[in-house]
């Protein structure tokens, strides 16, 4: 039976029982909107594993990757939304994945890109991405070139999608349900439009955690795409979308140093395991490089927090009992943006409220 205490360090862990809840409230949320289905974005988890719960039944996903596509589609998910901007170079590559049976679309905000997707010999769809106010990618629901890519893409137009990712600075349950609805009536205006000139529309797509959970209607809405709602983070958990003991994705590492002149400790997960993304720095409260748990996930060092990150060491402040530590003694870290802390490992340890490994699921990488 292999534990935690068994895993070289740093480690990527995976707690089943949290991800399971985290799913499950998900599902509930979007079962409140009839007809809407949860189309779950797969960039942050990039694994079989966690889709069959995520999406049992092989149902739609949303991914980021070339890589990704190809993995989920050798795995059985056929319906897919390639949810990054397409290059044209790239479209050989996706019409020869729906040649052998996928059917993964593609969302463009670029009139050379559509021309390109319309001309295309093999079979290829394409949604309009619109911009509700990210300010990222998109095109604007008023856009005189909103028409124009549909026009351009003919038969090919598979609907439009957008994403609130301006969502991140809400604060509050009340500023949240208002950026929702901003993002619901940019993309059904932008749906309708396209219908009163002729085009059919079948897919209007929309989503990000804090904005499928906050939505107060979906009128117009085929379909919502969320990911790390999956595993939540220190910033979800500030924005409202989880509960701190929801983080289901820790890093296990391992105390190397003790320095109590400075009162810290130095851990083997540095930049390169947690990623030095302070994405919670907008929040109310900056958990700088994320907060330090015991070794079976509680926080029961207070509020430490690691606080200097260089490429391999990790220095963690703060909190009651962390100058008890040993060296080799074992902690868990709660990462910032679980999307790049998970990106940096191959794989997870699975958990399930213990430090017993029930499983060890492999990840996608790379592009």
Known sequence: MTTLDDLPTPALVLDLGILKRNLARMAAAVARHPGVVLRPHMKTAKSLEVAALAAPGHGPITVSTLA??????????RDQIYAVGVTPRKLDAIAALNAAGAAV????????????????????AALVEVDVGEGRGGVAPDSAL????????????????THAGHSY?????????????????????????????????????????PTVLYAERLDGVTEVRAG?????????????????????LTVLASVT????????????????????????????????????????????????????????????????????????????VAPNHACLTAAAFDRYHVVDGSRQVVAVWNRINGW
């Open 257 to 332: 140093g003790r320095k109590p002149e400075r009162q810290a400790v130095l851990l083997d997960a540095g930049a390169l395991a947690l990623s030095k993304d302070r994405s919670t720095q907008a929040a109310p409260r900056d958990y700088q490089f994320g907060r330090v748990l015991g070794a079976d996930g509680t926080p029961c060092f207070g509020e430490a927090l690691v606080v200097r990150t260089h490429q391999e060491h990790g220095e963690a402040r703060g909190g009651e009992g962390l100058l008890d530590l040993h060296l080799g003694d074992l902690v868990r």
């Open 169 to 209: 600075a809400g604060r509050s349950a009340a500023e949240m349900a208002r950026i929702a609805e901003t993002e619901r009536a940019g993309v059904t205006g932008a749906a309708e439009r396209l219908r009163a000139a002729g085009h059919r529309v079948g897919i209007v797509s929309l989503g990000s955690s």
């Open 228 to 248: 790390v709602y999956m595993f939540g983070d220190l910033l979800q958990m500030q924005l409202g979308v989880h509960e701190p003991e929801d983080i289901a």
């Open 105 to 124: 679309k593609v969302i463009l905000d670029d009139a050379e890109v559509a021309r390109a997707v319309a001309a295309h010999p093999g079979p290829l």
């Open 146 to 161: 909103l028409p124009e890519l549909a026009a351009i893409l003919g038969p090919r137009l598979a609907g439009v999608m």
């Open 68 to 77: 990704e596509a190809r993995y989920f589609a050798e795995g059985g998910y």
